[in-house]
Nanobody, 123 residues
Framework: QVRLVESGGRLVQAGGSLRLSCAAS????????MGWFRQAPGKEREFVAC????????AVADSVKGRFTISSDNAKTAVYLQMNSLKPEDTAVYYC????????????????WGQGTQVTVSS
């Protein structure tokens, strides 16, 4: 069993920054890819960024490229999403996810999900 717990979401003004954290515990694998997704009210869950624990490769959605950065700790127990220059359209619940594979940008490729953390960006 894998447990993912997100934290760091809060209300922030447009142009501000936030750092989300995802703590992973349980039966994690070095071959995991860790991803961040987000879901705004009335919209589908969408890919934000992912990082492969096997080779360190990353991928970031075009909508956040240049503003968001994904990283991981060396112990492979946590994943972070640094969000800069936040915009009101970044408002969503942000989810951490884990799955076995390399670059994975769709929800069905991930096997484990956290409960989510709310990010609200005010204009």
């Amino acid at each position: 069993q894998v447990r993912l717990v997100e934290s760091g979401g809060r209300l922030v003004q447009a142009g501000g920054s936030l750092r989300l954290s995802c703590a992973a515990s349980g039966r994690t694998f070095s071959s995991f890819t860790m991803g961040w997704f987000r879901q705004a009210p009335g919209k589908e869950r969408e890919f934000v960024a992912c990082i492969s624990w096997s080779d360190g490769s990353t991928a970031v959605a075009d909508s956040v490229k240049g503003r968001f950065t994904i990283s991981s700790d060396n112990a492979k127990t946590a994943v972070y999403l640094q969000m800069n220059s936040l915009k009101p359209e970044d408002t969503a619940v942000y989810y951490c996810a884990a799955g076995v594979g390399l670059t994975m940008t769709t929800t069905y490729e991930y096997d484990y999900w956290g409960q989510g953390t709310q990010v609200t960006v005010s204009s």
